[in-house]
C-alpha cells in the first residue's frame, strides 16, 4: 500500500471516529414520540398515496420465476386494476438474473427496475465477482443498483476496503443510481450506523438502504431516524443529497406512515419524494391497497380483493 | 386486623388470544339490576372490529383445518374449565339480575350446552353429507365446510345465550368476532378466559364489548367477514346491518326469537356451512 492511500485511510478513519456519537436512549425516544402522530382523513390519503409511490416493490427469493416477476411488475404499474387513481410505484426490486424479464414487462410504464447486486445478501465475494454481478444486471437494463457492504470489513475497522469496495461499485454502475445497503442489523450500534452511512455517501452513493431484508432486525424507525440525520447533515456538509430507503418490516400503512412523518420531521420535505425516499417491502402494498379503499368506500376492505405475491 | 382491600377485576377484549384494552381507550360503566356500579367494560371501536377480523382471518386456516375429533375435544374442554368456575358464574349471573337458583340453572344448562355441541363435531359430515346417486361410472359426494369468520351480535342472555349462538359456529371450523350483550357484558368477558385456558387457539373466538349499533354496521359491511348472526341485533337495525352484509353476499342469519333454555337443534350450525360437492370416477 503507498504512503497516499494510508494517509487515506488513517484519515477516513479518524473521520468517522470523530463523528458525534448516537444518544440511543435519546433517538429511540424521538422515533417513538414521532410514532406516536395521529394522521387522519385528508393528510391520511395523501399519505397513503405517496407511500405507494414510493414503494420498491420487492421479491428476492431463491423461488422466484420469470412469471413471478411479470406478475409483480404489472402489480407495480397497476396496483389496483380497478381503480387508475392508484399512482404506479417507484421500481420493482429483483435478483440480477431477473432484470431483464423485468425491463420487459415494464418498460413504457416509467416503474424502475432496481437489482440487488455484489452477491447479495451476504456480501461475501470475490472484488471481481462483484463487480461482475453488477455489471451483468446494468448492462440487462437495471436502472437501480442495490450493494451490499462488507460488514465483516467494515465491524473490523478496514473502512479504506469498504470505501474502495463502493467507489468500484458506484464506477461499474455508470448512469444506474446506487443504493448502499448497510445490513443495520448486523451493525451492533447506533454509531456504527452513522459511521456507515458517512461512509457509504462519501464513497459516493446515491441512496443510503437499511437492510437486505434476510436479517432481522431489519429497518425500524430509530435507525432510519439516524440515518436520516446523517443524509441532512451530508447535505450541509457537502452540498449533495442523499436518499434513504428502510427496507425489511414495513408491513402496514401504520408503519409507513411513521416512516413518512420521520423524514419530514428530520431530513425535511425535500426528501418526502420518490426521487430521494424509498420503502422497501412488498406486503406493504395490499395493506396500503385495503386502507385506500377503506377511504374511498368507507367499508374496511379484505385480503381477497387484492392480488398475492 | 384490617379487612383486605378487595381486588377490583379490570374487564378488557379477547382479541387473537390476548386480552387487550379498547385501541380508543374508552370504557363504560355497568351497573348491576338496582343500577349499583360494578365495573368498567372496555368500550371496543371499529378499529379494535377490524383487528379482531384480522385476528379471527389468521386463526381459520389452522383451526378449520383440524380435525373435527380434536375440535370436539376442545369444546368439552371448555365446559370442563366452565364446571370449575361455576360458583365465579353464579356470582356474576346474580349480579346481572338473576336468582339463585336460576343463575345455578343456567350455568349448569350453558355447560352442557359446550358438551351437547361437542358431540357434533364429528357427526355433522355424517349428517349433512351426503353419497349422491349420479347416472354414470362416478361417486359424487357432498361434504360440509366452514363459511369462514363469522360476526355475531350476541344476545342479552350473557351467558347461555352467548353460549347457545358460539358454541354453533365455531364447532364447525369458523372463526368469529362476537359482539357481547351489551347490557351485561361481564359474564361474556369472564367466558372468554374460560376460552384463554381450553386450548382454543387465539383468534378462533374474538370477543368485543360496548355499543352493538356503534360496531355491528362496520363488521356487516366489512368485505372479509362471510357470514353474520344477528341474534342479538334490535329489531329496528336488522334491515339496515342485512342491507349492508349484502356487500360481499354475506351468509346472514336473522333473529331467530330462540328460547336459549330449550332444545338447540341443529339449524344454528348448518347456517354456517358451505357444501363442497366433489365428484371420482369408479376403480381408480
Redesign the interface.
Known amino acids: 500500500m503507498s504512503t497516499e492511500t494510508l494517509n487515506g485511510a488513517a484519515e477516513l478513519r479518524a473521520f468517522l471516529h470523530g463523528l458525534p456519537g448516537v444518544d440511543r436512549v435519546g433517538v429511540e425516544e424521538r422515533a417513538a414520540r414521532l410514532a406516536g402522530r395521529s394522521v387522519k382523513a385528508s393528510a391520511k390519503a395523501e399519505a397513503i398515496d405517496l407511500a405507494i409511490s414510493m414503494v420498491d416493490l420487492t421479491t428476492l427469493e431463491g423461488a422466484d420465476t420469470a412469471g413471478k416477476v411479470r406478475a409483480l411488475c404489472a402489480k407495480a404499474a397497476h396496483p389496483d386494476p380497478s381503480d387508475a387513481s392508484v399512482p404506479k410505484v417507484a421500481a420493482v426490486c429483483v435478483y440480477p438474473d431477473m432484470v431483464e424479464v423485468a425491463v420487459r414487462a415494464l418498460s413504457g410504464t416509467g416503474v424502475g427496475v432496481a437489482s440487488v447486486a455484489t452477491a447479495f445478501p451476504s456480501g461475501r465475494a470475490p472484488m471481481e465477482v462483484k463487480l461482475a454481478d453488477t455489471r451483468a444486471a446494468v448492462a440487462a437494463g437495471a436502472s437501480e443498483i442495490d450493494m451490499v457492504i462488507d460488514r465483516g470489513a467494515f465491524l473490523s475497522g478496514d473502512y479504506a476496503k469498504v470505501h474502495e469496495e463502493i467507489t468500484a461499485v458506484k464506477d461499474a454502475c455508470g448512469p444506474a443510481h446506487l443504493k448502499v445497503i448497510l445490513e443495520t442489523g448486523e451493525l451492533a450500534t447506533y454509531d456504527n450506523v452513522r459511521r456507515a452511512s458517512w461512509l457509504a455517501m462519501r464513497a459516493g452513493a446515491d441512496f443510503i438502504k437499511t437492510s437486505t431484508g434476510k436479517v432481522s432486525p431489519a429497518a425500524t424507525l430509530p435507525v432510519t431516524l439516524v440515518m436520516l440525520e446523517a443524509v441532512r447533515d451530508y447535505r450541509a456538509a457537502a452540498g449533495r443529497q442523499v436518499g434513504v430507503k428502510p427496507a425489511g418490516g414495513i408491513r402496514t400503512t401504520k408503519d409507513a406512515i411513521k416512516y413518512l412523518v420521520l423524514v419530514n420531521e428530520t431530513a425535511g420535505p425535500d426528501w418526502l419524494t420518490p426521487d430521494w425516499f424509498r420503502l422497501g417491502a412488498s406486503s406493504v402494498l395490499n395493506d396500503l391497497l385495503m386502507q385506500r379503499r377503506k377511504l374511498a368506500t368507507g367499508v374496511y376492505s379484505g385480503p381477497d380483493y387484492f392480488t398475492l405475491d | 386486623m384490617p379487612d383486605r382491600l378487595s381486588v377490583r377485576k379490570t374487564y378488557k377484549l379477547y382479541i387473537g388470544g390476548a386480552f387487550p384494552r379498547s385501541e380508543s381507550g374508552r370504557s363504560y360503566p355497568v351497573t348491576d339490576s338496582k343500577g349499583r356500579f360494578l365495573a368498567n367494560a372496555s368500550h371496543a371501536s371499529r378499529k379494535d372490529a377490524?383487528d379482531a377480523?384480522v385476528a379471527a382471518?389468521k386463526a381459520f386456516p389452522g383451526w378449520s383445518g383440524r380435525t373435527a375429533y380434536n375440535r370436539a375435544q376442545i369444546l368439552y374442554r371448555i365446559a370442563e374449565m366452565l364446571e370449575g368456575r361455576r360458583d365465579q358464574f353464579i356470582d356474576e349471573l346474580r349480579q346481572a339480575g338473576a336468582s339463585k337458583g336460576a343463575a345455578g340453572t343456567e350455568v349448569d344448562a350453558a355447560v352442557d350446552r359446550w358438551v351437547w355441541y361437542a358431540g357434533w363435531a364429528d357427526k355433522l359430515a355424517a349428517v349433512t353429507g351426503a353419497a349422491n346417486p349420479v347416472s354414470g361410472p362416478f361417486f359424487n359426494f357432498s361434504t360440509p365446510e366452514p363459511t369462514g369468520v363469522v360476526a355475531v351480535v350476541a344476545p342479552d342472555s350473557p351467558l347461555l345465550g352467548l353460549v347457545s349462538v358460539l358454541a354453533p359456529v365455531i364447532v364447525s371450523g369458523n372463526t368469529t368476532v362476537v359482539i357481547a350483550s351489551e347490557p351485561a357484558p361481564l359474564p361474556s368477558i369472564t367466558l372468554a378466559e374460560v376460552l384463554a385456558t381450553s386450548d382454543l387457539p387465539g383468534g378462533v373466538v374474538n370477543l368485543l364489548t360496548g355499543h352493538r349499533t356503534e360496531i355491528a354496521p362496520?363488521l356487516a359491511?366489512?368485505?372479509?367477514?362471510n357470514a353474520l348472526d344477528l341474534a342479538g341485533a334490535l329489531p329496528e337495525h336488522v334491515r339496515e346491518l342485512e342491507d349492508?352484509a349484502a356487500?360481499n353476499l354475506k351468509r346472514v342469519l336473522r333473529p331467530t326469537g330462540d328460547d336459549w333454555a330449550g332444545e338447540p337443534g341443529t339449524a344454528r350450525m348448518t347456517a354456517f356451512l358451505e357444501t363442497k360437492t366433489v365428484w371420482h370416477p369408479v376403480g381408480v
Open positions: 377490524r377480523v382471518r362496520w359491511a366489512h368485505m372479509d367477514v349492508k356487500g
